[in-house]
């Protein structure tokens, strides 16, 4: 389900993994140009994490623990890798 707050892109489904299996979930953080700079391998599913937008500004946190992932400039974003590895 997906939050109403446009400053919030909530995805609440507490899934035990991703699917497909072994698709992990990967941090992206994009350039300003549009190409991207950085994936890296987060340790939960992709439902247990919250992007907050607040202008130019991006906040990455686990939702239970409210513990902060990434916070930068930029549109980061919470997905699941398209290939398992």
């Known amino acids: ?3 109403t707050d446009p400053n ?3 995805w609440v489904g507490g899934a035990d993994e991703n699917i497909p299996r072994g698709h992990p979930t990967l941090l ?3 350039a300003k140009n549009g ?5 890296r391998v987060l340790q939960l599913p992709f439902d ?3 992007v907050l937008r607040h202008g130019e500004w ?3 946190m686990v939702i239970a623990t409210g513990e902060v992932v990434y916070q930068g400039e930029g549109r980061a ?8 590895f």
């Open 1 to 3: 389900m997906k939050s």
């Open 8 to 10: 919030r892109l909530l």
């Open 28 to 30: 992206r953080v994009p």
């Open 35 to 39: 190409v991207v700079v950085d994936d």
């Open 48 to 50: 247990h994490y919250e």
């Open 58 to 60: 991006c906040t990455v």
């Open 77 to 84: 974003e919470v997905v699941v890798s398209r290939a398992p």
